[in-house]
Each structure stands twice: as C-alpha cells, then as structure tokens.
C-alpha cells in the first residue's frame, strides 16, 4: 500500500516537473516565435499574408531581415559600376549640363526603349504642360506640384550623370541616364539625397522638391531626354495613372517635334496623338485595372480583392512587400 502511494507521488511530481519544462520553453520562444509569426502573416507572399506596411505610413515592428536581403539582390540586368547605354551615348559621360551631346553623330534612326521598370517620380499634379509659353520660351518638360521638401523619385534604373545649380533656370537638378537609354531631368530641387556617378533604382528617393531656379512656387520640373534631345513625356507616361502608356516606347524622329500649344493646355482623348502604333498600349485594351489605395489598405487585402498574389501586384507596380501604401495612390491590378 505505502509503496503505492510513493509511484503516485512520483508520478505527481513528474508531471507537474513536465508540465514547468514546458511552460518554461513556451514562455524562452514566445519573443522569438512573435516576430517570425508577424512576418509570416504580415509579409508572407507564399501564404498570402497580408501586408505589414499600411496606407497613411502606419509601421509595424517586425524581423524585416528577409526582405531587406531579397531587395538588396533583386536582380538588375546591368553592372552598376558600368556607365548605361554608354555604347548608344557614344561613351560621352560628363557631370554638367543637360544636354552634351551636340558632337554626336552615331545616333540611330530609331531605338526601342524598355519601360518595364517604371516608377512616378512624384505623385503630384500635373500644373503646366510640355509647350510653348509665351512668343519667346518653350517648356520642355512637365511640372508636378509639390510642397518643398517632397521626396522626388528616380524614374528608372540608372546612374546620376549630372548635379548642379542653375540660377536662372533649372535652379538644384539633377540629371539621370538610365539603363534603357533615357535620361530624366528633375528641376527646381532643394536637396540631393544622392552624389554624381551613383547607382539608384526605379523608385529610389534621389532629391527633395523645391523652389529653386526660375521659379514661381514649389514644383517638380521633370523631363524625358534621348541623346540629349527632349521628348514630350506626355507620350511615354500617363501622369493621371502614374504609369507608362506602354512597356516599351519606340523613339522616332517624330518624337523630338514640338507642339503649337500653350504649355498651360492639358493633353485630352481628342488633342492627344501617339508618335507610334497603339496596338500595344494598354488603356486601349481595356484589360488593365487599378485601385485607388484607402486609408487602412494592404497589399494581402487588395491582391485577395482582386484574385492575385502579393509577388504578382508588386511586379505589376515595380513595388517591395515593404513599400508603403499612399493614400489616393492607384495600383495596377492586372
């Protein structure tokens, strides 16, 4: 009888020790297991987790590790140490000055531009159109309103050529040549977040808008170059949807001509003509759709919307599962 008292309480004390391991382990993991279960239901594409950037810029705290290192060797079909389209550009590379190119004479009839990779290079309206002003000036650019001290993004992939100050124009600009061959132009600057001669990506925060130059209130002055020559970038970028017309725009000699309009006109469906076929182009379609980011929006939440994953709306806009959502921003979703 006594010796089976004893196994009971042995059996007692065994289970209650058990039972003491095991909330022991549980109570070591759970700070470690938190962060990888946030990440997994927060940022996992293969799961359909959603999103752990929201829209209004609201941040969770979270182990990003694996995403800072799948973005730092997102392949780039190019060697950054080398100078973009430097066989196009006749291997002219000079830090001043827009246009450089006046001595070249290997330019080609025409030339295919990827778009593939597009980014807007800020998110402002559009206050004054690609034309002339006035008998005397022409704009050969557009302006995006901005409120100074506005972060001004990198259009595509590609190599800061050019950093400098013009007084009377351009004021803080910085010019960028890209990998598919263009090069962009971005005016009235007030701070350079990047030097001459780096490498940025389709996205990357390169300056800060301003007032600078000649200037009649903050805004973003932004051109579209080849060879040195600029084009109306109405034809490459639908600024209203912040995408390009096409993924690829073919340059012409009809490409460099000027318009009659006032520079205050904005382009309509019945004025605006495309320099090449529209066959491609995907508002003509009718198969692209997009949503407009609200507040409180996830990437998880708008791709199971829409019936697609996470990887294939970040492919769709050229964004990281770490991008932040902006409200009133449209998303391409197919």
Not at 57 to 62: C, E, Q
Not at 146 to 160: E, H, S
Not at 170 to 188: A, D, F, S
Not at 242 to 255: M, W
């Amino acid at each position: 009888m006594e010796r089976n008292k004893n196994l009971s309480k042995v059996k007692v004390l065994l289970t209650a020790s058990l039972a003491l391991l095991t909330l022991t382990a549980f109570a070591q993991s759970t700070a470690k297991s938190r962060s990888e279960v946030n990440y997994k239901q927060l940022h996992s594409t293969s799961l359909g987790g959603q999103q752990g950037l929201f829209a209004d810029g609201i941040k969770l705290k979270m182990d990003l590790s694996v995403l800072d290192e799948a973005e730092a060797t997102r392949e780039i079909p190019f060697d950054i140490n080398e100078i973009p389209a430097d066989e196009l550009y006749g291997g002219v590379w000079r830090n001043a000055h827009v246009d450089v190119y006046g001595a070249l004479k290997s330019a080609p009839d025409s030339f295919i531009v990827n778009l593939a990779n597009f980014s807007i290079p800020h998110e402002g309206r559009m206050t004054s159109n690609f034309g002339r002003r006035g008998s005397r000036r022409y704009h050969y650019g557009i302006d995006l309103k901005l409120n100074v001290g506005d972060t001004v993004y990198a259009a595509f992939d590609g190599k800061i050529r050019v950093q400098q100050y013009e007084r009377r124009g351009y004021g803080y600009y910085t010019v960028v040549r890209h990998v598919n061959g263009l090069e962009t132009v971005y005016g009235h600057l007030s701070k350079f977040l990047v030097k001459e001669n780096d490498f940025v990506r389709s996205g990357q925060p390169i300056a800060l808008g301003g007032n600078t130059g000649r200037s009649t209130g903050p805004h973003l002055h932004f051109e579209t170059r080849f060879l040195g020559k600029p084009i109306n970038p109405n034809y490459i970028i639908d600024f209203d949807n912040k995408v390009c017309h096409r993924d690829e725009y073919l340059v012409t000699k009809s490409s460099y001509k000027k318009t009659t309009q006032s520079s205050s006109v904005r382009y309509t469906a019945s004025n605006y003509k495309q320099p090449t076929s529209t066959s491609n182009n995907k508002y003509v379609s009718g198969t692209v759709k997009y949503h407009r980011i609200k507040s409180g929006d996830t990437l998880g939440a708008i791709a199971r919307r829409n019936g697609i994953s996470v990887s294939k709306l970040c492919s769709l806009n050229n964004i990281t599962p770490r991008t932040t959502l902006r409200v009133g921003k449209s998303l391409r979703v197919s």
